[in-house]
Nanobody
Framework: QVQLGESGGGLVQAGGSLTLSCIAS????????MGWFRQAPGKEREFVAA????????KYAEFVKGRFTISRDNAKNTVSLQMNGLKAEDTAVYYC???????????????????WGQGTQVTVSS
């Protein structure tokens, strides 16, 4: 059974930082691309960042480039999202997602990821 568990969300002031973590079980983690998505109240889910199964790379939504960094540790089955310079508009539930892949192209559409965590709330106060 595939399980993804996010942690690290919370309340932070604008300009602050948070690091989200997601630990995976039930999969061969090193064969899975990992992504972070978010959904704000009343809005559709949107792509934030993703990394390929190999790690050491990262694809980002334009609105987080230069502020967020995705990384993974295949030995620990974890993927992290370091978020700096947080803005009020970053307030959302953040989800980690996984998809099996041995290709080099990282996908950014949520429908391409079959496995999802429960999400962790990030609230940025202005």
């Amino acid at each position: 059974q595939v399980q993804l568990g996010e942690s690290g969300g919370g309340l932070v002031q604008a300009g602050g930082s948070l690091t989200l973590s997601c630990i995976a079980s039930g999969i061969t983690f090193s064969s899975y691309d990992m992504g972070w998505f978010r959904q704000a109240p009343g809005k559709e889910r949107e792509f934030v960042a993703a990394t390929s199964w190999r790690g050491g790379d990262g694809k980002y939504a334009e609105f987080v480039k230069g502020r967020f960094t995705i990384s993974r540790d295949n030995a620990k089955n974890t993927v992290s999202l370091q978020m700096n310079g947080l803005k009020a508009e970053d307030t959302a539930v953040y989800y980690c997602a996984a998809r099996y892949s041995v290709r080099s192209t990282v996908l950014t559409t949520g429908d391409d990821y079959p496995y999802w965590g429960q999400g962790t709330q990030v609230t940025v106060s202005s």
